[in-house]
């Protein structure tokens, strides 16, 4: 087997945790549970992008080309010197090959070295297309560090052994650790695979204190033994939890634009479930009857993975407030209200709120 040779990252940090810069990306070094890298424990720093092949399979230009566009340059840990070296894992030489003018593209790339590599070690294990980094005999993924340079995190977490997750350096200017796009791949089963998300400070994450950005309630109450359901479900189905954000005073008060107001401010969309749909266990809250957790999210149309429906969906139609005398705010809510009936296959209820308060009023 060839011996990757790689440009020497312009520094290697070996300290409590390994880390390295490329270019000028901070990259924090993850061990992989299978060393399937199998490189000599003298071999300088090696960086390489691996791509999974099979027995028989042979390579051609146009799977390079949809590789690298639907995996790699989707990804915000790409530096180019990691496409220098490129492993092709899965079979030896001698069962998958190259198709003419696969050599070609690999050059576009400037990729100098490439290497079939059979599986090593236990044959089922679970080994994920992307980058990667070989050094001191074992194999890494590099996980990217953004610097938290407006303060908005309380802290950071990365990768742990044991299953909680480990808290990384804390202070301004700190950092964000996120892992490559690269090593997930959705599916019905798990639809927020490497979905990276970041938690408010009054929502439990196992392991961790919540404080409510307050240093007395910190002082006060020891860790959290469980992750709030609401989180937990998410973390089940494949998201990544980078940290937990610092509350604003407006988030510890009820108003009506109480997550809207936030989220616009901070070039985000944002959703605020019906009170009550959603379990807050582990969500410190204000008042029962109105707290519910918002999602914020720059990308409106993945909120859908995020939020499923409620087994019984109801369409509530006030007929205190509907329709209006205004006839093109009528026909507009109304075009509304038909859509959504379509969307839940369910017909709307038309209530009056009036009757309602007279039938049961607080006494």
């Known amino acids: 087997m060839a011996t990757l040779s790689s440009p020497v990252p312009s520094k290697v ?108 070690g236990n044959p089922r294990a679970k080994v994920a297309p992307g980058r990667y980094v070989s050094t001191g005999g074992t194999t890494w993924q590099p996980w990217r560090i953004y610097r938290d340079f ?108 109480d997550n809207r107001k936030p989220a616009h401010c901070n070039g985000c969309f944002s959703i605020r479930p019906s009170t009550g749909i959603m379990n807050t266990d582990g969500v410190v809250g204000q008042f029962p009857q109105f707290d519910m957790p918002a999602f914020f999210g720059r990308d409106i149309f993945r909120f859908s993975y995020f939020i499923s429906l409620p087994p019984s969906v109801k369409i509530l139609y006030p007929s205190d407030y509907l329709p209006t005398a205004n006839n093109a705010q009528t026909q507009l809510l109304t075009q509304f209200v038909e859509g959504l009936e379509r969307a839940l296959n369910v017909k709307r209820t038309t209530i009056s709120l009036a009757k309602k308060w007279s039938s049961d009023c607080p006494r």
Request: proline share 7%; hydrophobic share 40%.
């Open 150 to 257: 407006n303060a908005a995190l309380m802290c950071g977490f990365k990768p742990s052994l044991e299953t909680v997750l480990d808290t990384s350096e804390a202070g301004t200017n700190q950092r964000v650790i996120v892992p490559s796009r690269c090593y997930f791949q959705p599916s019905k089963s798990r639809p927020l695979d490497g979905a990276r998300i970041t938690v408010k400070d009054n929502i439990d994450i196992a392991g961790h204190k919540t404080s409510l950005c307050n240093r007395s309630w910190q002082a006060l109450y020891p860790p959290s033994s469980q992750t709030a359901r609401c989180v937990q479900i998410l973390i089940d189905a494949g998201a990544v939890a980078v940290g937990k954000a610092k509350l604003m005073a407006m988030i510890m008060r009820e108003e009506p634009l």
């Open 13 to 120: 940090l070996v300290e409590n945790e390994p880390k390295m810069t490329v270019g000028d990306v901070d990259y924090l070094l993850i061990p992989h549970h299978e060393n399937f890298l199998d490189f000599p424990a003298d071999t300088a720093v090696t960086l390489a992008v691996v791509y999974l092949v099979k027995p028989g399979q042979a390579v051609s230009a146009a799977d390079l080309r949809s590789f690298r566009a639907n995996v790699l340059d989707k990804d915000d840990v790409l530096q180019p010197e990691f496409c220098r070296n490129l492993v092709f894992y899965g079979s030896t030489a001698a069962d998958a090959s190259l198709q003419p003018g696969a050599e070609e593209e690999l050059a576009a790339w400037n990729t100098r070295i490439w290497t079939f590599l059979p599986p090593l």
